[in-house]
C-alpha cells in the first residue's frame, strides 16, 4: 500500500467490520438459536449438533453485547492507530503515538464496558483470546514464573555466554528453503494442501484444512527463516487436522489464542531445538549449507538454544521470552484500569525491563514502541502467547506418556505418531470444548506451569550447569 | 493457494457474492432511491446529487433482476471452471473443461434470461462492461476494422519481418524496473500514493483515487515489464484522476472497460511506442540496459512496432490485436444464441485463426484454452479491449487538436499538459455520464473506427513502405 492509502484502508476495514458486525448481531440468528435449544438437548453435550448450537450461541451472546457502531470505530482508530505507529518508530516520537494511544484506550474500555464486568474489567477482553480464562488463574501462573525466571536470568548473565557464531555468516536463502521444506515434508506438509511462500512477517493463514498457507522470511546471514517455518507449521498443523465436518461453521478454528501457540511453540522449541530432531536433519542441512561441514552437531544444538536477555520480544529465547510477557501483561492491567497513564507507559515500560531483564532500552523504538499489538490498544493477547508455552509442555508431557520415548523416535525420523495424537486429541476437536476443557480432556489437569519450569530447569543445566538453574 | 484451496474458495467466494448481491438489492435502498426521485430532480442532471442517484438507481434495477442465488452460482461456478481451466491448459485436454463451460454457459443463459431482453440477448452481457451499448452498434464497427485489417495482414505476412531482435537478450529486470520507474514518475506516479510491485500477471488495483496499485512481471529476457508498466500506468491515472468527492460512491469508477482500456491502451502505444517519447527516454535505457548502447533509436522503435500475427492475444501487436477480438466476439455471440456448440469451438476457434490471421494453433493450449476469460464463460468483456482501441484513437486526435504538436512536447518530456487533459475531460467525470455521452462530450462524436484505422494504416506505411497499408 502507497503511504496516502491509509485514510481509505480505515474507512473500508470500518465498513466491513460493521457490515460483519451486523451480521453476527442479526436479530434472525437468535431466534435460531432460540428455536435450537431443543435440538441442543436432544443431543449428546459432545455431539457435533450440540457444540455447534453451544459455540454459536455463545459467539452471538458476546456479539450482541457490542453495538455494531463501536465495532466500527474499534476497527477505525486501529488502522489509524497503525499508520501512526510506523510514523512514530520512524521518527523515533511518542507524541506521535500518544493521541492515537488514547483514542484506541478509550474505545478498548468503551468495549469493555458494553460486558458489564463484575470481576476484573480484563477478563472481558482475556475472554476474545482464552474464552473461559479469568485474570485470577493467569496471575498466580505468572507470578510464579517471575519468581523463578527472575533468579535464572540474573544467574545466566553472570555466566559465560554460549557461542551461537556458527548461526551467523553466508547461509543462502534458497539452501535454507530446501532445509526447511525437508523438515517440513517430513513433518506431514505435503505440496497439496499447504504452500510456503516469502514475506517480511512470518505468519499462517488457513482458507480450509485443504488450504494451509505459511510464510516465512528468510534472510541470508542467519537462520532464523528455518526456525519461523518450524513455528508457523505448528500452527498450520492445527487448522489441517480439524475435523474436516467442521468446515464452515464456528467450530472450524483453533479453541483459543493460547493452544494455537502451543502447537507453534511446541514444534518450534520442543521439537525444533531439540538434539535428537537434529540428529536426524542435521546431515540436510551440512549438505545444503557447507558453512556447517566442519561444526559439530553438540555446537550447533547449544547455539540453537541459546539464553540471553534482549531488548525485543521476538529476538527473545525460551527462557527470557515469559518475562517479555509478563510485563505487557501487568502494564495491560494498568492501562486498563487507570492505574498508569499512557503519558507514562515509556518509563513504566523501561523500568520494567530494567527489573526482569537488567536492560535498559536504547530507545523508543526498541522500548515500548517495538511491537505492533498496542497500536490499537489491544489488550488481552500477550498472555495467551507465554500460556501457550506453558501449555505446550503440559501436553508433550501427556503425549510422551502415551507415546513412548521421543528422542528415539525422533532420531529415526518418526513425526507421524506425535502429529497423530495431536490430531485425535487436540486438533479435531477445534472450538468444540471451552479451552479448559479441553486442557483437562489432554492432561487432567489445569494450566500448570511446573512442568514448564521444570523443562526450563534441565535445558539450562544442559546449557550452563547446575549453578544457574 | 495450494492445489486443493480451489473447492473451499468457490464456496467462499459464492458466500460472499451472494451476501454482496443481497446488500445491492436490499428493498430498503429501493425506497431510498424512491424517495430520492425528488431530489434527483431539484438538481442538475451534471450535478454530483443527481448524478450520484441516477448512477445508483440503474445499478439497483440492473442488481433486482437477478437473484442472489444465481449470483452465488455464478461465483461459484466461475470459481470451478478456472480450475478445471489451469487443470485442462496442463493437460491439454478440451475434455476436463467441457462440462465447466456448459454448466457456465447454462448459468449464463440464465443470466440473460433475467433481463427479459427483446432485442440481441448479447446487448445483456455487453451493457456490464459498456453500460448502455448495443450489439447492433458494435457489429458495423467491427464489420469494416475486419474488411481492413484481413488484407493489411496478408501483406505485412508477405513483406520482410520486422528485426526486433535488439529487445532479447540479457536484459536485468533491475535496469528495467528503474527504466520504467523513471518512466512513469515522468508521466506522473508518484511514491505518496502510487505502488508498483512484482507479479505474474501485471494488473491495476485501486482501493482510493490516493493509493493506486500497479504489478508487472520484469523478464530477464525482453522488454515487455517495462510496456506491461506503461499499459497499467493509464489504467491508474483514470483512478488516480477520479474527482475526490466521488471516493466511496457509486461514481468512484471508470465509466466502463473500453474506455478504461482506452487509457492503458493510449499510454501504452499512442505515447508508449512514440518515436518522439522514446527520443527523450532512450538515454535512460541505454544507461541503464548497455546492450542498447549500439542500437540506434530508429532500430528500438520500428522494433516496438514490430507487425506479425502471433498464435496468442496477449502477444499480439496494435494491427493484429483487432482480430483476435472480432474472432472471439463473433463465437460468443454464436455460443450465447446456441448456433455454436461447445462441442465444437476449438475447430470453430482454429478456423477464424486461419481465415483471419493466417495461423493453425499448434494445439489447444495455444488455441481456444489461451485466455481465461472463458473459463467461466464471461461474455462481453472481449469486445471492450478493442473499443478501448478505437476510442482511444478518437480521444487522442481531439486531445492533440486542443494542446498541439504532442511530438514536440513529448521530445522535451512533457506529458503533463495530455495528463492534465485526461483528467479534465475524462477521468474527472468518474461514472457521472453514460460512456456514449461522455465521448460524445469529449470527441463530439459515437464510437468511430476511421481515426483507428486510420492511424494503423499510417504505422504501417512508416514500418513497410506504401505498399501494405
Given at each position: 500500500m502507497p503511504p496516502t492509502g491509509f485514510e481509505a484502508r480505515a474507512e473500508q476495514r470500518a465498513t466491513i467490520q460493521r457490515m460483519a458486525h451486523e451480521a453476527r448481531v442479526d436479530p434472525a440468528l437468535g431466534e435460531l438459536l432460540e428455536e435450537l435449544q431443543e435440538v441442543e438437548q436432544q443431543h449428546d453435550r459432545e455431539s457435533f449438533e450440540a457444540s455447534l448450537i453451544r459455540v454459536a450461541r455463545r459467539d452471538y451472546e458476546k456479539a450482541v453485547r457490542v453495538p455494531p457502531r463501536l465495532q466500527g470505530e474499534l476497527t477505525r482508530a486501529a488502522s489509524l492507530g497503525y499508520a501512526a505507529w510506523l510514523q512514530a518508530r520512524e521518527q523515533k516520537d511518542y507524541g506521535v503515538m500518544l493521541p492515537h494511544l488514547e483514542r484506541n484506550l478509550a474505545l478498548r474500555r468503551e468495549y469493555v464496558a458494553c460486558f458489564e464486568p463484575e470481576g476484573d474489567p480484563y477478563d472481558v477482553v482475556l475472554d476474545d483470546y482464552e474464552p473461559g480464562m479469568k485474570t485470577h488463574e493467569v496471575e498466580p501462573v505468572f507470578q510464579l514464573l517471575k519468581e523463578r525466571l527472575v533468579p535464572m536470568i540474573r544467574a545466566v548473565a553472570e555466566s559465560e555466554p554460549v557461542d551461537d557464531s556458527c548461526l551467523h555468516g553466508r547461509l543462502p536463502r534458497d539452501a535454507q528453503r530446501r532445509v526447511a521444506m525437508t523438515i517440513l515434508e517430513r513433518w506431514g506438509f505435503d505440496r497439496l494442501s499447504w504452500a510456503l511462500d516469502d514475506t517480511v512477517h512470518p505468519f499462517m493463514s488457513s482458507m480450509s484444512p485443504a488450504d494451509i498457507r505459511l510464510t516465512t522470511r528468510f534472510d541470508d546471514d542467519n537462520i532464523h527463516g528455518i526456525l519461523s517455518c518450524l513455528h508457523e507449521f505448528g500452527h498450520g498443523l492445527y487448522e489441517r487436522q480439524l475435523d474436516p465436518r467442521y468446515t464452515r461453521t464456528p467450530l472450524a478454528d483453533g479453541v483459543s489464542a493460547a493452544f494455537h501457540e502451543s502447537q507453534s511453540r511446541g514444534w518450534e522449541n520442543l521439537v525444533g531445538r531439540r538434539l535428537s530432531t537434529w540428529k536426524f536433519f542435521y546431515p540436510v542441512l551440512q549438505e545444503a549449507l557447507p558453512g556447517f561441514a566442519d561444526v559439530p552437531l553438540e555446537t550447533f544444538h547449544r547455539a540453537l538454544n541459546k539464553v540471553q536477555p534482549t531488548y525485543r520480544r521476538v529476538d527473545s529465547d525460551e527462557v527470557t521470552y515469559g518475562l517479555h510477557i509478563i510485563l505487557r501483561f501487568e502494564l495491560e492491567r494498568e492501562l486498563l484500569s487507570g492505574a498508569l497513564d499512557l503519558r507514562d507507559l515509556p518509563e513504566a515500560f523501561d523500568a520494567k525491563m530494567r527489573d526482569y531483564l537488567g536492560l535498559q532500552p536504547p530507545d523508543i523504538v526498541t522500548g515500548v514502541l517495538q511491537d505492533v499489538h498496542w497500536s490499537d490498544m489491544t489488550f488481552g493477547y500477550f498472555p495467551t502467547y507465554q500460556l501457550g508455552n506453558i501449555i505446550s509442555v503440559q501436553i508433550w508431557q501427556r503425549a510422551e506418556a502415551e507415546l513412548g520415548d521421543f528422542d528415539e523416535q525422533f532420531e529415526r525420523g518418526e513425526f507421524a505418531p506425535l502429529a497423530e495424537w495431536l490430531r485425535e486429541h487436540?486438533?479435531?476437536?477445534?472450538?468444540?470444548?471451552?479451552p479448559k476443557d479441553l486442557l483437562q480432556r489432554v492432561t487432567g489437569a489445569g494450566v500448570d506451569a511446573a512442568p514448564y519450569l521444570g523443562y526450563l530447569e534441565r535445558k539450562l543445566e544442559e546449557l550452563f550447569g547446575a549453578a544457574v538453574a
Open positions: 487436540v486438533h479435531r476437536h477445534g472450538r468444540a470444548f471451552e
